[in-house]
């Protein structure tokens, strides 16, 4: 019971990485401001940023990363045998991320290029969808804290779980940015999910597009702006590959 009077029962969450950097995990592990009234929401049973215990009953699954090894396939299978919701984890679960930039190059070079002789199994990079039934996404390069307590409280208390389906460009025109495009350099704002605040905006980075597509995008249109700026169609198209998450917006 909550300090309202309200009754709830905890949900069993346990957060698993696989290849990735852990950065999401981190985010949602650092914010200190309102991790101890989250953590009373909720059962963490596997979390290795937050707790040092590791139990394998749980109702909620993180997974964050991408796939990029047999034994990683199997660990995964396990996992989506056990939970009742798989959420992937930020844009490497969501897309692949940028370790989908290895599938440019063949697994061999790959691995030569980073370790040398030594031999190292790697396939080629996958997103948690092609392997297992994802309940649930959050995207983000790293998630947005709020949005994912937001979420899980939903989850909590059987609310509707909702993402932005609004582009970047929104949150940074409500913040008053001055759009980058005035500035000659190719964001990805207008065709990217918001939710981040606009924060790479604000800063005057151009958006990458970590949030994945927004719904609805008009991509002939932008590829219009592009063109129309004289700015660099291969500029372009390395910002939609870098965290390959609008493959299905490109040749």
């Known amino acids: 019971m909550n300090q309202q009077g309200l009754r709830f029962e905890k949900l069993k969450i346990a957060s698993f ?26 059962d963490i049973r596997n979390f290795r940023e937050i707790s040092s215990e590791q139990h394998d009953d749980y109702d909620i699954a993180l997974i964050e990363g991408s796939i990029s090894r047999s034994d990683e396939v199997e660990r995964l299978l396990a996992i989506r045998r056990q939970a009742k919701v798989l959420v992937a984890f930020g844009t490497c679960a969501c897309f692949g991320g940028v370790n989908s930039l290895k599938n440019r190059v063949s697994g061999e ?91 790479c905006t604000t800063g005057k980075t151009p958006c990458l597009g970590c949030r994945g597509p927004a719904e609805e995008i008009n991509m002939e249109a932008f590829l219009h702006l592009v063109k129309e700026r004289g700015l660099s169609r291969s500029d372009l198209q390395e910002k939609l590959a870098f965290y390959n998450a609008f493959d299905a917006f490109t040749p």
């Open 109 to 199: 070079a790959a691995v030569s290029e980073v370790y040398g002789e030594i031999k190292v199994e790697t396939l080629p990079v996958r997103r948690i969808s092609e392997v297992v039934k994802v309940d649930l996404s959050i995207p983000g390069c790293p998630v947005a804290k709020e949005e994912v307590e937001r979420i899980i409280i939903s989850l909590v208390t059987g609310s509707l779980v909702t993402l932005p389906k609004y582009p970047v460009c929104v949150e940074c025109k409500a913040a008053l940015n001055t759009c980058l495009f005035e500035l000659g350099e190719i964001c990805l704002g207008p065709i990217t999910r918001a939710g981040c605040h606009a924060v």
């Open 17 to 42: 990485d696989f290849t990735c950097c852990e950065g999401c995990q981190l985010q949602l592990a650092n914010r200190e401001s309102t991790l101890a009234d989250f953590l009373r929401l909720i």
